[in-house]
């Protein structure tokens, strides 16, 4: 059944509903769906809630109405379905043709309006932004594509975890949609919400079993992560198998499988990485460092045909626009991995604030950052505020009066000119670079004691079950426990519910689970807490039972950790890259670039005002130089991109690559992490400004003072 014949059928259906009321109905009564159902559809509602693409979808298909080809469906079916967009292939490719066409038409008119009168835009300026008509045509087209991968990507660690809680689960009790319910119910996110959605299918009688629901849901996955479904196929096998043996392997083959996909997943993205990050590395940093040196050059004897517009364009907007996109197309098939995650975003310090412990007060960060820049760019914002000309000077700026802190009477200094603009550049990010650490400094220091102690909980959790295997009464086993991992900061965890179970005759739920004295309010880490709900699940059938459950959990737990650990060698020679990159090459090769156009500039206008002399001297008919000359083309110096506005536009291209490589690095040691990732990025901006503003002075200084020093 095609698409069309699709859409006319749901009219028809549409308009047989049309006044039926439909359950839970409205009798008056509290009977209907149940309380939970109805916060489920709520929230489905929300998320569901047809947001702006949507709409832009359906308008335009109401206009245009263009039939998607077999191509088309194939391509935007899968990303589509997995999305739950309410919107097909059709209605996307009438979009993706009408806003094309909308936005060239803008254009056409822009541009015959700007030809009648001036023109008052460059041509060139114009051609560009008729790119922009096709461009957003394809992002029309495409966005359900990217997506839908960046759904993958936010989900990835959850796949993982998802099986794991399940398996857990069903260790204890074999039961395909209590484990579903189990994990569900502890994951926060995408995948959560889907394994809600295939409980409710069943509850509201959408499909008969939990088994056909499940496989309802897979087909939206399929040709994403195979390893997944796979995953979850044979925890439905596992379900059907009444042998015990054979049930306990297949749960094993189903973490095994996704642990093993991943980590072959991984080896070969790791293999695949090395060409995208030569390219990054080209096209990010050597390719327009060159094209830097030689603009002033270029600029000079070309005119007025590149402009300060041309190079902003270029190096702030197209260029990062470029790499960014660059970037998320690679981290696009970046394989799922784990990360830690706490109970909740209000158990761990806020980002963006910074705790100033003698007072014991938190502050925003923004201000500070703020303030630095206020502080580093000062000498630049009075010196243009007082001098707004840049140099080569004008001849109306040589006749105004050159500060003392630019030059003073002895004319502008060119080191003096360039040292205003960089103060303003690197003030922006060394401002940026200390709000982002200081603003995620408490933060990064909980989530890592965090992850320590997540990675110290398989090995505590082995003792424990260890203990109770023995016949230890589980106050008992606690203490043990405690005593053997005295060394660990999980040991806590035993310590305090053995106390609770003494002292204040809790039981063992209570002395975990407790809000007000409970083991866990001390440690807020979601896989902590989940784990120890299937322990608690699997005691109710025995110690034996509970034993088993926590030497087998701490098992998948260390294996998962394994697996995150050969993750990360897969990715040292590519991480390594893209570090010295950040570090290094891009700021100091930038900081060269600045500092040698500053010299050619200087050596050029040097040189026109020698010329000048002796043509003053001789006499232009007698100098042997024919019009035009050297000193004619030299006298184009006018139209030369000036150093310190060479320099805003690198200053603030270096902010904008450090950022792209902080997150594309981040996103491929850590995954989603945001604090990580902040931190990170604060760093490479503070030594980046650094070494680039280093860099700058040195090489100006240097091959400046030589020009200078030229007898002419």
Known sequence: MDEKERNRL??????????????????????????????????????????????????????????????????????????????TPGMVLSAAVGVSFSMFALWAVLFLVNMLLGPLI?????????????????????????????????????????????????????NLEGAIRFAGLNLEGPISKDLKGILWDVEVGKFNNIEKSLE?????????????????????????????????????DSIDRILDGTQEKMKHYAQGLKTPVMILNAMGAMLPVLGMIMLPLISVFMGSSITITHLFLTFNIMLPGFLYWFMQRILSSRPPTVSSKPTSEESLPTRGKYLIESLNIEIPTWPIGLGIFMFIGFYGIVGYLIFPYTYPLSEGA????????????????????????????????????TALILGNKKRKKAEENLRKIEQQFPTA???????????????????????????????????????????????????????????????????????????LKSSDKGTHMASMAMMTISKYLDNIHKTQERLNDLMEDTTTTIL?????????????????????????????NSFSEIEGEIGGSQSGVSEPGFTGILGNLDTAIPPEVLQFVVGIYLIQLLFILGTFYMKIREGENKTYRNMFIGKILISGMIFYSLSLIIVSVLFGSIVQGVPT
């Open 122 to 174: 460059p041509i060139s300026i114009m051609v560009i932004a008729g790119l922009i008509a096709v461009g957003s045509g394809a992002y029309i087209y495409y966005k359900p594509v990217y997506d839908a991968k960046n759904k993958v990507i936010k989900s990835s660690g959850e796949m993982i975890l998802s099986i794991l809680y399940m398996v857990i689960y069903m260790r204890s009790s074999p």
């Open 10 to 87: 749901k009219e028809i259906v549409d308009d047989l509903n049309k006044g039926m009321e439909l359950p839970p109905y409205n009798t008056g009564s509290e009977r209907g769906y149940s309380r939970e159902y109805k916060e489920y559809k709520k929230e489905e509602k929300e998320d569901q809630r047809l947001s702006r693409y949507e709409r832009l979808c359906i308008k335009f298909s109401e206009i245009l109405d263009i039939r998607a080809g077999e191509r088309t469906q194939e391509k935007l079916s899968p990303p589509l379905s997995l999305l739950k967009w309410d919107v």
């Open 216 to 252: 309802n849901y897979t087909r939206a996955w399929k040709n994403y992560n195979d390893d997944f479904l796979e995953s979850l196929q044979l925890l439905k096998a596992a379900v059907n198998e009444p042998n015990k043996e054979r049930r306990e392997s297949l749960l094993q």
């Open 580 to 608: 010295m990159l950040a570090y290094l090459l891009a700021p100091i090769v930038s900081g060269i670039a600045v500092g040698m156009s500053q010299t050619i500039i200087t050596a050029m206008y040097e040189l026109s």
């Open 398 to 433: 040589q006749e105004a009066s050159i500060p003392v802190i630019l030059g003073g009477s002895d004319g502008a200094s060119p080191l003096a000119m360039l040292m205003r603009s960089l103060s303003i550049t690197s003030g922006l990010g060394l401002g940026i670079g």
């Open 461 to 535: 959790l082995f003792q424990l079950g260890n203990k109770i295997s023995g016949g230890t009464p589980i106050e008992l086993a606690l203490e043990e426990a405690a005593e053997s991992t005295s060394d660990l900061e999980i040991s806590d965890l035993f310590k305090e519910s053995s106390r609770n179970i003494r002292d204040m005759g809790m039981t063992f739920e209570k002395s975990i689970f407790d809000e007000s004295y409970g083991s866990l309010r001390n440690f807020p880490s979601q896989m902590i807490h989940t784990v120890m709900k299937a322990i």
